[in-house]
T-cell receptor, first 112, second 114 residues
């Protein structure tokens, strides 16, 4: 079963710092790589996604960097805020375009 | 615009029982996917429905089944519940079939099997 490997498992950052979460995927014929953010008691919410005809996509403080040859992509959160404290999941369509395979998640804590 | 609605939010069942969970997608969305979320395994794909047809199925036993109605609402059923079925069950809707449309998740149904 194809996997999406996400690291680190947990991350503690000071307010104003940069949070970086990495993901690696296996072969996929479909190019769509989203990041989801999940708060306790809620379902995951789409944060940002990239189609790798570009190597980087930025939305506000959130940036996805994509390296197609290495089959890796990462999420950068600039000027991290306590309100960013949540679990982050990367995902990739693997094996079929009808399902997303998710990474195991990264618990981000931003200290004030 | 209403989001994805899952009912019930919480459920406690006994081993051996069966359970049915409901999902109402965003109006106009025709695709519904189901995921199981546990601390150990993370988010695992169960199945996806589009226009009342199951398009894909994950690696779950046949005790897990689902269906979609003509109004795009979906239900999933788990028969002969086991303790390991305790999890958060998430439904996600999208405009079309295929992951590139982007998923909107509901808040989930927390199932506890005792």
């Amino acid at each position: 079963q194809q996997q999406v490997k996400q690291s680190p498992q947990s991350l503690i950052v000071q307010k104003g710092g940069i949070s970086i979460i990495n993901c690696a995927y296996e072969n996929t014929a479909f190019d769509y790589f989203p990041w989801y953010q999940q708060f306790p008691g809620k379902g995951p919410a789409l944060l940002i996604a990239i189609r790798p005809d570009v190597s980087e996509k930025k939305e506000g403080r959130f940036t996805i960097s994509f390296n197609k040859s290495a089959k890796q992509f990462s999420l950068h959160i600039m000027d991290s805020q306590p309100g960013d404290s949540a679990t982050y999941f990367c995902a990739a369509p693997q094996g079929s375009n009808y399902k997303l395979t998710f990474g195991k998640g990264t618990l981000l804590t931003v200290n004030p | 615009k209403a989001g994805v609605t899952q009912t019930p939010r919480y459920l406690i069942k006994t081993r051996g029982q069966q359970v049915t969970l409901s999902c109402s997608p965003i109006s106009g969305h025709r695709s519904v996917s189901w995921y199981q979320q546990t601390p150990g395994q993370g988010l695992q794909f169960l199945f996806e429905y589009f226009s009342e047809t199951q398009r894909n199925k994950g690696n779950f036993p046949g005790r897990f089944s689902g269906r979609q109605f003509s109004n795009s609402r979906s239900e999933m059923n788990v028969s002969t519940l086991e303790l390991g079925d305790s999890a958060l069950y998430l439904c996600a809707s999208s405009l079309g079939s295929g992951t590139t449309y982007g998923y909107t998740f509901g808040s989930g149904t927390r199932l506890t099997v005792v």
